[in-house]
């Protein structure tokens, strides 16, 4: 018997309170934090091929410890982070202080942000759409806040676990890209949300997750119509 759609409350509450409880030791994982110079600087030179050095009004959407808004602040980018998982946000917080970084974080939900429309130059996000009981909603808020012509830009990736685990269990059914898409996939959603020139590039080199990827990881980039 297919299990009943659940109300997004329920769902979201689930999904922050998994992440809430993941805060701690979340970037012990080698995929997750930065841990050597060498995968700071190729993570670095990832994000500036992409960008560019100019610097830039950035929302860092479903932030988590703030890895990536750290990042994208070292090169010199004016950066506010948004999570839905206070625990999380406490987090980057911290990292940020330690590391004299001036970056706001704040809670907000990733399919209704708290940020006035045309804010930003670019939005990104890591490993977040799979986690969201509307990601269609999402992109289309991610325009919203970004300027005509701006830009989305997503770290993402195809985990295809065999078992969903944890609160997930429970509402994996809710999440409509759970375990994240193959590249040419989720390049179908973008486009069909509006989003222009969506191009894709791998991410498979062992140095950008600390080891061997186990998953299809990749980078969509992704224009703003004027």
């Not at 759609?5 to 689930?14: F, I, M, W």
């Not at 050597?36 to 190729?42: H, P």
């Amino acid at each position: 018997m297919t299990p009943s759609p659940q109300d997004d409350g329920t769902v979201k509450g689930l999904v922050r309170q998994h992440w809430d409880g993941r805060a701690a030791t979340f970037d012990e994982e080698p995929q997750h934090g930065i841990h050597t110079d060498e995968q700071r600087d190729r993570w670095l030179e990832v994000l500036r091929e992409r960008i560019g050095d100019e610097p830039r009004r950035v929302l860092d959407v479903g932030c988590g410890t703030g890895v990536v808004s750290l990042l994208l602040a070292e090169l010199g980018h004016a950066v506010t982070g948004v999570d839905f998982a206070p625990a999380m946000l406490e987090r980057a917080r911290e990292k940020a202080r330690e590391t004299d970084q001036s970056i706001g974080f704040h809670r907000g939900d990733a399919e209704a942000l708290p940020v006035p429309d045309d804010t930003v130059e670019l939005v990104t996000a890591r490993h977040l759409v799979w986690t969201l009981p509307n990601p269609e909603a999402a992109i289309r808020e991610w325009q919203r806040v970004v300027e005509p012509g701006g830009r989305i830009l997503l770290i993402e990736g195809y985990w295809d676990h065999d078992e969903p685990w944890d609160e997930y269990e429970a509402i994996h059914d809710d999440l409509p890209l759970y375990d994240g898409r193959p590249p040419d996939e989720l390049r179908e959603v973008l486009a069909g949300e509006g989003l222009r020139d969506v191009e894709h590039e791998p991410l498979t080199e062992p140095t950008l997750w600390g080891r061997e990827p186990r998953h299809d990881y990749y980078l969509m980039d992704a224009t703003v119509p004027r």
